[in-house]
């Protein structure tokens, strides 16, 4: 059975690394490359899944060292590559997967041929909600907007854009607001990764919350005729653009919200008891919650719900079509972390906290 890949490092080795551990790791994630790393991950090579099965038809065993098969002209694309270039330079090398290096050599993430190069286009936009201060992040976020961390090598909003190219979106708009400049500089208009890219942009101290920079779409002359995406621009997930949107059209309903589901354990033994007394104990018991994962599926008549350059919440406009009986549904995303504490940013980094 294949895992995802929750870390680039997932497909990292020592070079003390068997040609077992290779060959598992190979199988576990259904790649072709696994990559050699020193000290500070400064990488050495890359073992081809090819390789490894040619020298075991040898007789090499298992558990011999992996470092005789690492490739003698170790090929890594830079961090400054643009999409279209790394695309060209893996076809060029014929690899899936390729390590991405600093300056100095260290593997800072890895491109996959999927992300980069995408499926065949959808009709339907994504909106990107970008614009918020994470003040909860502290420090972290007081030269660098929240979307802009990095994770896995990658900031959180490129993930996300990826992710979105490669099920087929090719028109995105990312809403702005603090330090917008950054964004702007490093998404441009969207060429590098593979779609258009145009921006939502709020005033510095009018900031519209997750509904209102819907209103700013028929600014920019723009009104949707297919269902669109909008999406927190914090999040690390994996969920299916296709599933969901095949949900929300199988279904009568105006807007689909996606769900995960928080759970809580109670630390203590709970208590359970009729007219004072003792009837049972539960030890430690985990309750559970479907809540809001950030993610949605809208009609295009509900942006005529959204009033203009008026502070939206997006919950309020699931309240307004409750007001008017109309239908919302939900839909269970997959793996979903918010990065909106220094915990969850350690935690989507894979840091012990």
Known sequence: MTNPIRQFSDLLLEPDATIREALQVIDRFSVSNVFVVGEKRRFLGTVADCDIRRALLQGIALDNPLTPLVAKSPAAIGEEVGRAEALDLMHALKVREAPIVDSEGVVTGIHFEHEVLGTPALPNWAVIMAGGKGTRLGSLTKDTPKPMLPVAGRPILERLVLHLVGAGIRQIFISVNYLAEQIEKHFGDGSQFGCVIEYLREETDRPLGTGGALSLLGDLGYQPDKPILVMNGDL??????????????????????????YRHEVPFGVLESRDGKLTGVVEKPTAAWPVNAGIYALEPKLLELIPRNEMFPITRLFDECLKRNWPIGLWRVGEWLDIGRPAELALARGEVV
């Open 236 to 261: 690390i997930t994996d969920f299916s653009v296709s599933q969901l949107l095949a949900a929300h059209g199988a279904r009568d309903v105006l807007g689909t919200i996606a769900v995960t589901e």
